[in-house]
C-alpha cells in the first residue's frame, strides 16, 4: 500500500526536506516503497550501522510489508538499546506481537510494557478483547459495496454535502503537478452523487474549493457555517511554507458556499487533519500530533463561535487517544466514531466507537469484524436513511479486492453501529461520616458467579466499570477492617444505554462496636424485656435488627449473645430467664437471615455476673438493679475483621 491516510501523507511529505541526499533505504522508505526499502538498509548496515531512525525505519518497513516477526524483533531490540522508545513505536512493537500470537501470550509478553500504558489504555485493551475474541458482541450484519468512483489511486475520506458524496483522492490528472514520493497526483477533493442504491456516480473535481497546486483533502460539510471545512497544504500563492526548520505542515481551512476562505487552524510547525465540526456544541474537532499527547496523532477540539476559534487545543483525553494514532473523529446521535491503529485492533487501522455524555466518553468499542478487517480501515462516516428508518454510511479501506490503493467502501446497516454497553460507577463511602473509602476491592459478576471485572476505589472512593450488556450481574465490594456490600441487578433488554450510579457503603467495624465489659460488642442502645418475659418486644426488635445489618455488612463475623439478669429473685429462676433470653434473641437474629454459624453461643449467666454491689441480701435502688439487666451481642472474632 502507498497511502494509507493523510496522517502518512504529511508524516512522508515533512521529511523529504531532511531526505535528500541519505541512504537509498531512507529514501525508499519515504516513497513508501518498502520492500525496496528493506533491501537497501539489510545492504547498507552489513558496510555500517544504521542510525537508530534508520533502524526502526526497517521496523516499519517490516511491519508495512507483513512481516510481523521480523517487526517485532528489530523494535523490541530497538527498545532493548533504547528503553525510553516512544510510545508510537512501542505501539507498533506490540501490534506486531499481536498478530503472532494468541491472547494469553500476548497478555504475558505485554506486561514488561505496563509502564507505558495508562489505566484506561488497559481497561480498553481488555474490553476489546473481550469483545472480539469471545464474540461477546454480536457483530451486525453489514450490507458493504465497494463504490463505483473508486480509481487505481488513492481515494479516501468520503464527507457528505448535500445529495453527494465528497472524497479525497490521489487519481492522475490530465494537468497538474505530481506528487514524487506516491507517483500520483496531489490531492485534491472530488464529489460523485448519491444513488439510490448509495452508490455514487463518476467523480469530478470539486469547484468550490479553490484551486491549489498542492494538497486539499479531508473535507467536510457543514451546514450551519454554510461551508466546506478541509485540509490544505501550507503555502503563499504557488509557494510552499515552510518553518525554521524546513518543515512544511497542512493547515484547516473553511470555504463558504458564497466562495470566501478564511484559515481556522494553521501553523507552520504543526499539521492539523481530519475536521469535523459539531453544530450542537460548536466544537471543532480534528486530529493532531501536538507535544504532550498520548501516542502519535490523537483527537481534539476548539471552542467555536459560529466557527470562530474560541480556545486552545483541547485533547479528548486517555479514554480516546492512545499510544497509537487516532484520527477521523466523527459523531452521530451521541456517539463519537473515529479510527484507531492502536495495538488491539483487528487490523492495522480499525474504526471504533465511543458513547459521549457529560461525565466523558465510555470505553471505545471496535466496530468488529465485516466492516473492520485485517488492513486498514479509517474514515468512517454515517447518517439515518429517511426512506427506511436504516443507516448509509461509508469509510475507507485498503483490504483486499479493491481497485486501487484505498478504496471507499459503502455500507448499509439496520441500526447504528456500537456495541450496547453497561457503566456501573460511583463511590465507595463509609455510611457514619459518608467519606469516600480507598483501596476497596469492588468485584463484578455475571449470573452464574463468574468474575467479570476487579477494580480498586481511587484516593475519594470512585470507581466505575464497564461491560457489554447482560440483563443480569451483581457487585461485591470489600476491604479489611470494614464490612462488604453484595447486590444483585437485572436490566432491561431493550435499554439503549445503562449507566448505574451506585454509592457502596461499607461500614468500618470500629463504627459499629464499642468496649462494654472488657469485651468487644456491638454497638446497641441498651434495651430491657419485661419483667419475668423473654418475649421479643417492638423496641428490642429495633435493635436486633441492627445486629443483623452488621452481619450482612460483616458475613465472617461470629457473636455470642450473653443474657444477665439481676439478682432479684432465686438464682435458679433467673439463670433459666436468662437463657430463655439468649434463646429468644438467637432466635429472633435467625429469622432475619443471620446464620447459626454467626451466632455461635448464646448463653444466660443469670445473675451470676453483676456488674455492681446489688448481690443477693444487698439493698439497691432501681436504677442500680436495672444496670445488671442487659443482653450483650459479642463479637468473638474481631481481630481477624479488623
Excluded at 451506585?502 to 460488642?521: A, N, R
Amino acid at each position: 500500500m502507498k497511502l494509507k491516510a493523510i496522517l502518512l501523507f504529511l508524516l512522508m511529505f515533512s521529511a523529504l526536506s531532511f531526505a535528500q541526499n541519505k541512504s537509498k533505504g531512507d529514501n525508499f522508505f519515504f516513497e513508501y516503497a518498502y520492500k525496496e526499502a528493506i533491501k537497501e538498509y539489510n545492504k547498507e548496515q552489513v558496510k555500517k550501522s544504521l542510525t537508530s531512525q534508520q533502524f526502526l525505519n526497517l521496523a516499519d518497513s517490516y511491519l508495512k510489508t507483513g512481516n510481523y516477526t521480523k517487526a517485532a524483533e528489530l523494535y523490541e531490540k530497538q527498545y532493548e538499546k533504547d528503553t525510553t522508545l516512544g510510545t508510537p513505536y512501542i505501539n507498533k512493537l506490540l501490534l506486531s506481537v499481536s498478530k503472532t500470537k494468541d491472547r494469553a501470550e500476548f497478555q504475558n509478553y505485554t506486561s514488561k510494557f505496563s509502564s507505558f500504558f495508562s489505566k484506561e489504555l488497559i481497561d480498553n485493551s481488555e474490553f476489546n478483547f473481550e469483545i472480539l475474541e469471545n464474540n461477546t458482541a454480536k457483530n451486525q450484519d453489514f450490507l458493504i459495496f465497494n463504490c463505483y468512483l473508486n480509481s487505481p489511486q488513492a481515494d479516501f475520506s468520503p464527507a457528505f454535502y448535500k445529495d453527494e458524496l465528497l472524497f479525497t483522492s490521489g487519481r492522475t490528472k490530465v494537468k497538474g503537478k505530481i506528487y514524487a514520493p506516491s507517483g500520483e497526483s496531489y490531492l485534491d477533493i472530488y464529489a460523485g452523487k448519491i444513488q439510490a442504491d448509495g452508490d455514487v456516480t463518476v467523480p469530478k473535481v470539486f469547484k468550490k474549493v479553490a484551486n491549489s497546486n498542492y494538497h486539499k483533502a479531508t473535507p467536510y460539510f457543514s451546514e450551519a457555517l454554510n461551508g466546506i471545512i478541509y485540509m490544505l497544504s501550507n503555502a503563499d500563492g504557488d509557494d510552499l511554507l515552510f518553518d525554521k526548520n524546513g518543515k512544511n505542515t497542512l493547515a484547516i481551512g473553511l470555504v463558504t458556499e458564497k466562495g470566501s476562505f478564511e484559515y481556522l487552524l494553521r501553523d507552520l510547525s504543526t499539521s492539523f487533519y481530519y475536521p469535523y465540526y459539531d453544530a450542537a456544541t460548536s466544537k471543532l474537532y480534528f486530529a493532531a500530533n501536538f507535544e504532550g499527547g498520548f501516542g502519535g496523532t490523537d483527537i481534539y477540539y476548539v471552542h467555536t463561535n459560529n466557527g470562530q476559534i474560541m480556545s486552545a487545543p483541547i485533547n479528548l483525553g486517555p479514554k480516546i487517544n492512545s499510544s497509537g494514532n487516532e484520527i477521523a473523529p466523527y459523531i452521530l446521535e451521541g456517539s463519537l466514531f473515529f479510527s484507531s491503529d492502536i495495538f488491539y485492533g483487528l487490523g492495522g487501522m480499525d474504526m471504533y466507537t465511543s458513547n459521549m455524555s457529560e461525565d466523558g466518553f465510555s470505553t471505545p468499542v471496535n466496530l468488529g469484524k465485516g466492516i473492520n478487517s485485517s488492513y486498514d480501515d479509517f474514515g468512517f462516516i454515517i447518517k439515518k436513511d429517511a426512506a427506511d428508518g436504516s443507516y448509509l454510511g461509508y469509510f475507507s479501506s485498503n483490504r483486499e479486492g479493491g481497485k486501487g490503493n484505498d478504496d471507499i467502501y459503502g455500507f448499509k446497516v439496520a441500526e447504528k453501529p456500537g456495541l450496547k454497553t453497561i457503566v456501573i460507577k460511583g463511590i465507595v463511602v463509609n455510611p457514619a461520616n459518608d467519606k469516600g473509602i480507598e483501596e476497596a476491592s469492588i468485584t463484578l459478576f455475571d449470573e452464574n458467579g463468574n468474575i467479570l471485572k476487579q477494580s480498586i476505589s481511587g484516593v475519594d472512593g470512585d470507581y466505575q466499570f464497564e461491560i457489554p450488556f447482560r440483563k443480569e450481574y451483581a457487585v461485591k465490594a470489600f476491604k479489611k477492617g470494614h464490612g462488604r456490600f453484595y447486590q444483585e441487578f437485572l436490566q432491561e433488554q431493550g435499554a439503549k444505554a445503562v449507566t448505574q450510579n451506585l454509592k457502596i457503603g461499607l461500614p468500618f467495624i470500629q463504627d459499629v462496636v464499642e468496649e462494654k465489659e472488657s469485651k468487644t460488642v456491638i454497638k446497641l442502645q441498651k434495651f430491657y424485656f419485661s419483667k419475668g418475659k423473654s418475649t421479643i418486644t417492638p423496641a428490642i426488635a429495633a435493635e436486633l435488627d441492627k445486629v443483623a445489618a452488621v452481619v450482612v455488612n460483616f458475613p465472617e463475623i461470629q457473636l455470642k449473645v450473653e443474657s444477665h439478669t439481676n439478682s432479684r429473685g432465686s438464682g435458679a429462676s433467673n439463670l433459666s430467664l436468662s437463657q430463655d433470653r439468649a434463646s429468644a434473641v438467637r432466635k429472633y437474629l435467625l429469622s432475619k437471615g443471620v446464620s447459626s454459624e454467626n451466632v455461635v453461643e448464646y448463653i444466660g449467666y443469670g445473675e451470676n455476673l453483676v456488674i455492681n454491689q446489688c448481690k443477693n441480701g444487698v439493698y439497691c435502688l432501681e436504677f442500680l438493679h436495672n444496670q445488671n439487666d442487659r443482653t450483650l451481642i459479642t463479637v468473638l472474632n474481631y481481630d481477624e475483621l479488623n
